[in-house]
């Protein structure tokens, strides 16, 4: 039994994907960031959007 999540990144609705940090992430973005050094633009995006998906799951 699989159940598909939404990736926090791309927004892509997939059961390939894992928790990092209680956000979800599908396989495509996982292996992006691992391939993305941190001083690329790039991975300031995904961070920004990690933190942002964190922030949301706080309920105010
Ligand atoms: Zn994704």
């Given at each position: 039994?699989?159940?598909?999540?939404r990736c926090s990144?791309?927004e892509?609705?997939?059961?390939?994907?894992?928790y990092?940090?209680?956000?979800?992430?599908?396989?495509?973005?996982?292996?992006?960031?691992?391939?993305?050094?941190?001083d690329d633009p790039?991975?300031v995006?995904?961070?920004?959007k990690m933190?942002?998906?964190?922030k949301?799951?706080?309920?105010?």
């Amino acid at each position: 039994m699989s159940r598909k999540d939404r990736c926090s990144i791309c927004e892509r609705e997939t059961d390939q994907g894992l928790y990092l940090l209680k956000i979800y992430i599908c396989e495509a973005c996982e292996s992006e960031i691992k391939d993305t050094p941190a001083d690329d633009p790039k991975y300031v995006h995904f961070v920004k959007k990690m933190a942002e998906a964190q922030k949301s799951m706080i309920p105010s």
